[in-house]
């Protein structure tokens, strides 16, 4: 058991997938625009490994006017075996931006 970070940058869409993790816990997902871009959500989601039926949305943040903004759940959010955590931001302005995931192991 122990903590992980998922770090990546750019300056178009995001669309970023988390897997392979075994059980987890979600700690915080955050996120830092260079400019404030779109009024467009930043969605934080699991994807269920049994089927789209299991997906939920754990998360959405209007983007308007903000350069940062974070995710941190009252509680760790749990995701099984197989489980993804995916963000999506449509980043139509190309700002450039830096996101983390930080998760950990339960298994």
């Known amino acids: 058991m122990g ?3 998922h770090e990546i ?3 178009g869409a995001i669309n970023e ?3 392979n993790m075994g059980p987890w816990l979600l700690d915080e997902v955050r996120i830092h625009l260079q400019a404030a871009s779109a009024a467009e959500n930043f969605i934080t989601r699991i994807d ?3 089927g789209h039926q299991w997906d939920v ?3 959405t943040i209007a983007m308007s006017a903000l350069t940062d903004a974070s995710y941190l759940p009252v509680r760790p959010r749990y995701g099984g075996r ?3 955590i995916r963000i999506t931001y449509p980043n139509a ?3 450039e ?3 983390t995931i930080v998760w950990r192991s339960t298994g």
């Open 3 to 5: 903590y992980f970070t």
């Open 9 to 11: 940058t750019g300056a």
């Open 17 to 19: 997938t988390v897997e």
């Open 48 to 50: 269920g490994a049994k």
């Open 57 to 59: 949305i754990l998360d």
């Open 82 to 84: 197989g489980d993804k």
């Open 93 to 95: 302005n190309t700002v």
């Open 97 to 99: 931006y830096g996101l």
